[in-house]
């Protein structure tokens, strides 16, 4: 392998980098104002996405309860519970994680 092959890909990665998060400035920077569409997007796909996660992360509970299913359950009350209080998306995320990893090594039964 050629040594200066490493410092071409992350000459290339950064540049693409650069250029997809200079792109929205580029296009909707200035003294005009983002489109309708865009703006309507900006404020329906954050709640869709956190959705789309709450349904692939809930997909594989298991059929016939159990004490997996209440860790799950519990874990998921624990996120709603301390982003309706808070309004931090990290805390509730840590907190939920936090309190599943808990719960499934505790000897509960």
Known sequence: MNPSYPWLVVAIAA???LFTRALPFAVFGGRRGM???VKYLGGVLPAGIIA???VYCLKGLPAAGGAECLFQFAALAVVAA???WRHNTLLSIFGGTAV???LIRLPLF
């Open 35 to 37: 489109p309708a569409p």
């Open 100 to 102: 599943y990893m808990l």
């Open 82 to 84: 301390l982003h309706l």
């Open 15 to 17: 540049g693409v980098t």
């Open 52 to 54: 789309i996660l709450v």
